[in-house]
Each structure stands twice: as C-alpha cells, then as structure tokens.
C-alpha cells in the first residue's frame, strides 16, 4: 500500500520517489569519488608552474576550464539566446561558474533555464517552461605538449533533469531525470588556427518511464586567433545521433575580448539537419575571469 502526498516538490507515490532520489544520490556519490581521485593524483607532482597550451575555446559548447589550467584559475559565464522552431520561440540561457581546484582539474556547475513563447494560437506543440536542470562537470587535462601544441583531456557531465514549472504547480514530480555523459577533448593549434573535438556518449534515465536512452554527440571547431589579440573568429558543429534521429548544427562564431578579463561571444546556429524543427538560433555568452 502506496502513502500519498499532496507537496508540489514530491511524487504522488513515497515508493517511487524514494527510488529515484537514491539513484540520484548514488550517482551524486560516484560523482564526488570520480573528482576526488583525479584531484589526490594532480596535488602528488611537484609545486611547479607546468605547461599550458592556450587554446581558443568555442563558444556554444565550451569546457569545464581551459585546458592545462592551474590551479585558482576561475571563469563565470552568463548566457542569453533565441531559438526560432516551427511552432514557438524559445529564449534560453544559463548560468555557469568554472574554477580549477587543482593543476589541469578543473570542475563546473552549471544552471540552464529556456521560457517559451507560442506563435499564433498553436500551444499544443509548446514545451512548457522551466529551469532545465543542475549539471556538475569535471575535467582533467592528462597531456599538455608544447612542442607540438596539443592538449588531451577527459572529463564528465552530471545532468539532474528537473521537472517544469507547470508540472511542479500541478504536484508533478521535481525530478524527471538524469544524463550521464564522459567526454573526451583533444585540442591542437595550428599557428593562429585553433582546433578542437569535444565527444562521448549521452546516458539519459527517464524516471517515470523507467527507460534509459543512448545517444552520441560529437562537437568539433576551428577558429582563427587574431593577431596580439584574444578576439577570435570561427565555427563550431555540433552532432548529435542515435539509432533513430541525426541533429547537426553549424554555428559561426566569433569572440570580442573587451578588457583582459572580460569578453563576449556571439555564436548563430544554421541547422543542417531539419529533425527537431528548429530553424535558427542565436546565443550571447559574457565571459569574466575574476
């Protein structure tokens, strides 16, 4: 027999929710185990400055912290954007803090959020809004190599899935899911060309439906470093596949240093595959170093 509960924040069923919120917690642990280690082995090298290969990051999908970054190096990001789709607009954005807790480790957590906007009369097709999840990442830079200017890493995303505003009103679970993702970096500079790969698996958990879906994505750029300078122009494409559907997108680029600790970045995106009915999108990310 199933205890009911009349709080917005929980599940109708104890049972159900007790379930979920210990695979959170689970995960949640393994989470703080994975950063722990990588951590404990960066603080065994000597102190010493080490190398560090400065790569341009692009701007819609930008790591954890900069590869080969030392430790106390930080960066907050706030994002705004428009994505245009057939039957509504929506505007998104997030707020992101990145620090390097130790030599080329370097964790992130992350807000995202997206507000929806119908077009016409037409709100059936309309995702509700809401603040989209809690993701917590990290990073570990394991080769750095001035001579040939490349860097390598592998890192790991958490993502807890969080439910709308509308469904929470309407004492709908605060939890929907979870997405797993490793990834793995590799970065080299080509003079004043920057390129970079950025992929891995999308592990994704439904609570409700009791289902797990796979998904790859991988995410590729080059940009073009101006001279004396840490204004960038370029393109990023982000690909994303699984048995079943292929998303990719180009998103033209480019970065305006406006002191040395702040800059913008101005990003577009030029669907090329017509699967999730999004037509174009654009995307304002402020970047500050305190």
């Known amino acids: 027999m199933k205890l009911v509960l009349n709080s917005k924040f929980f599940p109708k069923s104890v049972d ?12 949640l642990f393994y989470f703080s185990i994975f950063m722990l280690s990588f951590g404990l082995k960066a603080q065994e090298s000597p102190k010493k400055i080490l190398p560090k290969v400065d790569h ?3 701007i819609y999908i930008d790591l954890m912290r900069d590869l080969g970054a030392r430790k106390g190096e930080a960066e907050f990001n706030l994002g705004f954007g428009i994505a245009n789709f057939d039957n509504y607009k929506e505007y ?19 807000v995202p959020f997206r507000i929806e906007q119908a077009k016409g009369n037409n709100t059936a097709s309309v995702p509700d809004n809401s603040i989209e999840g809690i993701k ?3 990073q570990y830079t394991f080769l750095v190599s001035e001579k040939t200017q490349t860097s390598l890493a592998v890192g790991y995303i958490h993502e807890f899935e969080l439910n709308s505003f509308k469904a929470l009103q309407d004492n709908g679970k605060m939890f929907t899911g979870m ?22 698996p999308i592990i994704e958990r439904h609570f409700n439906a009791k289902r797990t879906d796979v998904m790859g994505a991988v995410n590729t750029s080059i940009l073009y470093v101006l001279p004396n300078s840490k204004n960038f122009i370029g393109f990023e494409n982000n690909i994303e596949f699984n048995n079943h559907e292929f998303h990719d997108v180009l998103r033209p680029q ?3 240093a406006l002191q040395q600790n702040l800059a913008v970045g101005l990003v577009t995106g030029i669907p090329l595959t017509h699967g999730n009915n999004m037509k174009l999108d654009v995307l304002t990310r402020i970047i500050w170093e305190p």
Do not use: C, H
Request: hydrophobic letters at 50%; glycine letters at 4%; zero cysteines.
């Open 179 to 200: 997405k797993l993702n490793p990834i793995f970096v590799a970065a080299k500079k080509f003079n004043r060309f920057n390129t970079l790969i950025y992929a891995g």
């Open 136 to 138: 917590l990442a990290t």
């Open 56 to 58: 341009a990051e692009p």
């Open 254 to 256: 480019i970065k305006l």
């Open 16 to 27: 159900s929710f007790a379930i979920d919120f210990y695979m959170m917690i689970k995960q």
């Open 92 to 110: 998104n954005g997030f707020v992101e803090y990145e620090w390097a807790v130790a030599d080329r480790l370097g964790l992130e957590v992350e």
